[in-house]
C-alpha cells in the first residue's frame, strides 16, 4: 500500500517562507520523480515544482522560479518544497505526487494560506 502524506502547511503572512514535507512510504522512492502542485479556490490543479529520482534535475513554474525549491532526502523517502517570499497567491491546496503517468500516486493536500 503507497502512502504519499503532506505536512508543513499553515498561516502565514506575505513575504513569510514556510517548508513542506511530503513523507512516501509503499513505494520505491529513490526510482521515481516527485512533484509538487497546488490548486487554488476555483483553480485547476497546477504543476509547482518537480525533481528527478537523483535529484539531479529540477523543475518550477514560472511563478515560482526563485522563491520556491524541490528537494528530496532519499534516505527519508522524503521530499521537501521550501517556500519563501510568499505571496497572496500561493493561497493554495498543495499536493505532493509520487511518480508520473500512469503510475502515480497522490497525498491528501495540505492547506498553505498567505495572509496580507
Known amino acids: 500500500q503507497v502512502q504519499v502524506v503532506e505536512s508543513g502547511g499553515g498561516l502565514v503572512q506575505a513575504g513569510g517562507s514556510l517548508r513542506l514535507s511530503c513523507a512516501v512510504s509503499?513505494?520505491?522512492?529513490?526510482?521515481?520523480?516527485m512533484s509538487w502542485y497546488r490548486q487554488a479556490p476555483g483553480k485547476a490543479r497546477e504543476l509547482v515544482a518537480t525533481?528527478?529520482?537523483?535529484?539531479?534535475?529540477?523543475d518550477y513554474a514560472d511563478s515560482v522560479k526563485g522563491r520556491f525549491t524541490i528537494s528530496r532526502d532519499n534516505a527519508k523517502n522524503t521530499v521537501y518544497l521550501q517556500m519563501k517570499s510568499l505571496k497572496r497567491e500561493d493561497t493554495a491546496v498543495y499536493y505532493c505526487?509520487?511518480?508520473?503517468?500512469?503510475?502515480?500516486?497522490w497525498g491528501q493536500g495540505t492547506q498553505v494560506t498567505v495572509s496580507s
Open positions: 509503499g513505494f520505491t522512492f529513490d526510482n521515481y520523480r
Open positions: 525533481i528527478t529520482s537523483t535529484g539531479g534535475i529540477t
Open positions: 505526487k509520487a511518480g508520473w503517468s500512469p503510475r502515480e500516486y
